[in-house]
Nanobody, 122 residues
Framework: QVQLVESGGGLVQAGGSLRLSCVVSGRSFISYAMGWFRQAPGKERELVATSTWSGGSTYYQDSVKGRFTISRDNAKNTVYLQMNSLKPEDTAGYYC???????????????WGQGTQVTVSS
């Protein structure tokens, strides 16, 4: 079992940037696939980005390609989501997820953090 704690959310104007962080407790972070999800009020949770344990393979939802970057620092047990050129439609609660198996992360069945709110004003 791992624990995840997100931070870095906030209020930003459209076009601005934020960097979300997710610190993972546990000895096996280096072996975990990681993902970022988001959920806006009244909408379903959606997968934003994933990273394999090495960071060598990543996935991005089409709407964030070219604007968001997922990265990880295994020495710090931390995964990041750099968000640039933010749009009002990016407004949502952002959650990180972890599991040794990437398909489990994609399915939303891994371990979760409590989330951090991102609000983008127009």
């Amino acid at each position: 079992q791992v624990q995840l704690v997100e931070s870095g959310g906030g209020l930003v104007q459209a076009g601005g940037s934020l960097r979300l962080s997710c610190v993972v407790s546990g000895r096996s972070f280096i072996s975990y696939a990681m993902g970022w999800f988001r959920q806006a009020p009244g909408k379903e949770r959606e997968l934003v980005a994933t990273s394999t344990w090495s960071g060598g393979s990543t996935y991005y939802q089409d709407s964030v390609k070219g604007r968001f970057t997922i990265s990880r620092d295994n020495a710090k047990n931390t995964v990041y989501l750099q968000m640039n050129s933010l749009k009002p439609e990016d407004t949502a609660g952002y959650y990180c997820a972890a599991d040794p198996f990437l398909p489990t992360v994609v399915a939303g069945a891994g371990s979760w953090g409590q989330g951090t709110q991102v609000t983008v004003s127009s």
